[in-house]
Nanobody, 122 residues
Framework: QVQLVESGGGLVQPGGSLRLSCAASGFTFSAHVMSWYRQAPGKERELVAAITGAGTDTNYVDSVKGRFTISRDNAKNTVYLQMNSLKPEDTAVYHC???????????????WGQGTQVTVSS
């Protein structure tokens, strides 16, 4: 059974930093592209970042390029999202999931975790 458990969110001021973690189980983690999605109130869920199975290649939505860094530790079945220079528009619930390819826009698993709330506000 696939499990995805996100953590690390919180309330931060604009310009602050946060590191999110996603602990995965129930599938061959190292064989999958992993990703982070986010959904803000009243908006569609969007793909934020993705990373290949070996962690050698990444992909980001334009709005976070240069500010966010996705990484993974296959020994721990965990994917991370380092978020720097946070902006109010980054406020959202963040979820992780697998992808079929690095440039895919669609989640691989239908099962989603609870997500972790990131709020950027003064």
């Amino acid at each position: 059974q696939v499990q995805l458990v996100e953590s690390g969110g919180g309330l931060v001021q604009p310009g602050g930093s946060l590191r999110l973690s996603c602990a995965a189980s129930g599938f061959t983690f190292s064989a999958h592209v992993m990703s982070w999605y986010r959904q803000a109130p009243g908006k569609e869920r969007e793909l934020v970042a993705a990373i290949t199975g070996a962690g050698t290649d990444t992909n980001y939505v334009d709005s976070v390029k240069g500010r966010f860094t996705i990484s993974r530790d296959n020994a721990k079945n965990t994917v991370y999202l380092q978020m720097n220079s946070l902006k109010p528009e980054d406020t959202a619930v963040y979820h992780c999931n697998a992808l079929r390819t690095l440039t895919s826009s669609y989640p691989y698993f239908s099962s989603w975790g609870q997500g972790t709330q990131v709020t950027v506000s003064s």
